[in-house]
Nanobody, 123 residues
């Protein structure tokens, strides 16, 4: 059974601060999968944040987070990370990680999803 478990959210963070999200995977051959981070704010649709290919040498970002967020992965630990710097109140959302076989993919093309972790940025 595939599981993606996000962590690192929960407590509120001040605008301008930093936090790191983690997503631990189990039940799949992690090194074969591209990984993505998505987020959904209250009343809004889920949106793409960042993605990384299976070996970790290509990354992609939404314009809204480019230069502030960094996605990375550790295939030995089967974990993908999202380092969030210079956070803004508009970054407040539930953050989800997802696994898929295509790095550049629509949300529907991701095969597995985590349950999400809440990120709250206070002004």
């Amino acid at each position: 059974q595939v599981q993606l478990v996000e962590s690192g959210g929960g407590d509120s963070v001040q605008a301008g601060g930093s936090l790191r999200l983690s997503c631990a995977a189990s039940g799949l051959t992690f090194r074969r999968y591209a990984m993505g981070w998505f987020r959904q704010a209250p009343g809004k649709e889920r949106e793409f944040v960042a993605a990384i290919n299976s070996i970790g040498d290509s990354t992609y970002y939404a314009d809204s987070v480019k230069g502030r967020f960094t996605i990375s992965r550790d295939n030995y630990k089967k974990t993908v990370y999202l380092q969030m710097n210079s956070v803004k109140p508009e970054d407040t959302a539930v953050y989800y990680c997802a696994a898929g076989l295509k790095t550049i993919a629509t949300m529907n093309e991701y095969d597995y999803w985590g349950q999400g972790t809440q990120v709250t940025v206070s002004s």
